[in-house]
């Protein structure tokens, strides 16, 4: 008796969930159309966007785009602010058209042995200091007061590039309080490979500006010194050096993050928000490949993503959930998740009424039968998400290729990082191999090359699972003994 009545509770709740998941089907059905889905993807993708770099005019139109549709869809903009826009404050760093490092000896170039971090234009001529690994401590009883400070890149426990990069900041910040005019260090690691290195960072840089870069911070260069030949040199170099720094600019910008709102419509989970967002920045214009095509369209990364959200939010401002809703496109994710990282730093509605973030991004695909979902297996979501992908015919499928390190290279990781549980819808891909990678950030990421009717089930099924998890009786969260658990346990005070 007890049993059967326990298997009749299980069986009717089991109908309940179907029959509430075939509602919501027939709500996806009746506002989300093939048609609607390719003009999305085709006109964020579109050459006259240019790529959509950050920043550019096509990224500003892409912008303008998307919040004009998110209010022809009646999704409003949060409570307590009267536009869709967030403006993100940007820097942009060019490097230098001449960097000349010269002592008495020796003179090195950007065009050879320097690498130039940062810092202002300058053109100086002045002694010379080693000072050690730039610590406090080798600090303690040199005189850097203006002078040319030499460093040893790294730590003495860990000279390896990642450590270089880590320290840099901190070691010019503090031979800049004590008055030296530049930074110089000795960089020793051999991976990454030098030439490799310098063409990476001679680019320009965009990052978020938290008013730190101005221009008044000193240069900060990196000398090669792979063989430590050098650093017995200037150990005991006694005398002037000159530096030449010209040509370098910072300039400071802002772009937007698009977002939108709708209210739940339980009394008590309307409380509860879900984040609905994908990036909708790509990487512009560059060099012509062998089809004259110069622009980079990012029709899969991540028009297509972008489209996905719009068509959710189009959807849920006709039929709201019980929880609310907010939609964000994300502006420089391509720079460094810039976008995603400054809106958890300035949140709109608090972070702990954030349960969910269901972030939509591609790279591209191999496998139209599947969806495949990044992060699927970390969350109490997954049965929902699941369902929602089989209710179009699709598999859900998880992250195939974990050494690519998928889930940290999109925006969900920035929620993830204070808590919130996020993960990533993206279309299906068994592997990343050549299928993947001819067009992943090539210019041959055109509208015109992907599969519409794919896209149509692909869309239809983000938009149901928008639905079911925004719609989920029990509020969604991670599996015990995520990465990420004990971040949420302390952002939700549990
Ligand atoms: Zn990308």
Not at 76 to 86: E, R
Not at 177 to 206: C, D, H, M
Not at 219 to 233: C, F, G, M, Q, S
Request: hydrophobic fraction near 35%; proline fraction near 4%.
């Amino acid at each position: 008796m007890k049993i059967s009545k326990i298997l009749l509770a299980a069986a009717l709740a089991l109908t309940c969930i179907t029959t509430s998941a075939q509602k919501d089907k027939k709500l996806v059905d009746k506002t989300v159309t093939r048609q609607g889905v390719e003009a999305a993807i085709s006109f964020i993708a579109s050459d006259e966007l240019r790529g959509r770099q950050t920043p550019s005019p096509g990224l500003d139109i892409a912008a303008k785009y998307l919040s004009t549709s998110l209010f022809a869809a009646g999704a409003l903009t949060v409570p307590g602010i009267d536009t869709y826009f967030q403006e993100v404050k940007m820097v942009s760093s060019s490097p230098p058209s001449k960097g000349l490092f010269a002592t008495r000896d020796s003179s090195y170039s950007v065009d050879n042995e320097l690498i130039y971090i940062g810092g202002s234009s300058v053109n100086i001529e002045a002694p010379v200091v080693y000072a050690g690994y730039g610590n406090e401590d080798d600090f303690s009883d040199l005189d850097v007061k203006g002078k040319i400070v030499v460093l040893q890149a790294g730590q003495k426990t860990d000279r390896g590039a990642m450590s270089a990069f880590k320290s840099g900041a901190t070691k010019v910040a503090l031979a800049n309080e004590k008055g030296a005019l530049a930074v110089i260090e000795l960089f020793n690691s051999p991976q990454p490979n030098w030439k490799i290195l310098r063409y990476y960072l001679s680019n320009t840089k965009v990052a978020l500006d938290y008013g730190e870069q101005d221009d008044e911070s000193i240069p900060h260069i990196w000398l090669e010194d792979v063989n430590n030949n050098r650093r017995p040199y200037f150990e005991s170099y006694v005398g002037n050096a000159s530096l030449t720094i010209a040509g370098n600019e910072i300039k400071k910008f802002t772009t937007k993050n698009v977002i939108g709102y709708v209210e739940g419509t339980d009394s008590k989970l309307k409380d509860e928000f879900v984040i609905y967002s994908a990036h909708y920045d790509h990487v512009g214009v560059g060099e012509p490949d062998l089809d004259g095509d110069s622009i980079f369209n990012g029709t899969r990364d991540n028009a297509i993503g972008t489209a996905t959200v719009l068509k959710a939010a189009e959807n849920i401002a006709k039929y709201p959930l019980k929880r609310s809703s907010i939609f964000i496109f994300f502006t420089g994710e391509e720079k460094g998740l810039l976008g995603s990282e400054w809106y958890v730093d300035h949140p709109l509605v608090p972070l702990e009424q954030v349960v969910y973030c269901f972030n939509s991004d591609n790279g591209g695909y191999n496998d139209t039968s599947a969806a495949t979902i990044i992060g699927i297996e970390r969350t109490t979501a997954e049965s929902v998400l699941r369902k929602a992908c089989e209710a179009y015919g699709l598999q859900a499928t998880k992250d195939p290729v974990p050494e690519q390190n998928l889930y940290d290279r999109s925006d969900q990781v920035s929620f993830a990082k204070v808590g919130i549980p996020a993960l990533m819808y993206g279309m299906g891909i068994t592997d990343f191999g050549e299928e993947i990678t001819r067009y992943y950030h090539k210019q041959a990421d055109n509208p015109n090359s992907v599969d519409y009717d794919y896209l149509y089930k692909f869309t239809k099924a983000y938009v149901l699972a928008c639905r079911l998890v925004g719609n989920m009786p029990e509020r969604p969260y991670w599996i015990k003994g995520d990465k990420y658990y004990d971040a949420g346990q302390s952002l939700y005070g549990k």
